[in-house]
């Protein structure tokens, strides 16, 4: 995906995000994985207790581009993924 393309998915997320749960989260860790496939299987791992939330971009036939998750709970989940380029 593009840089601004990601950036847009970004930002679409944060905004999922702060409607949700009524504020922008407090920290803010961009990581990247290979493709849709792995973003989906990482989303539905998270448990459902956890603070989350995925925008699906309607101009890319609803596809996950992007999740947001609390802070606390991300570090053990996602410590092996690499930041975004």
């Known amino acids: 995906m593009p840089v601004g393309l990601r950036a847009a998915q970004i930002g679409h997320v944060l ?3 702060a409607l949700a749960f009524g504020e922008p989260p407090e920290n803010l860790v961009l990581l990247e994985v ?3 496939q792995e973003l ?3 989303f ?3 448990p459902s207790e956890w603070a989350s939330e995925g925008f699906t971009e309607p101009d890319l036939d ?3 581009t992007a999740i947001a998750v609390e802070s606390e709970y991300a570090h053990p989940l ?3 993924l ?3 380029k």
């Open 78 to 80: 996602l410590r092996k």
């Open 34 to 36: 290979a493709d849709e």
């Open 82 to 84: 690499p930041l975004l």
């Open 40 to 42: 989906c299987a990482l």
């Open 15 to 17: 905004i999922h995000w």
């Open 44 to 46: 539905n791992a998270l």
């Open 62 to 64: 609803n596809q996950l």
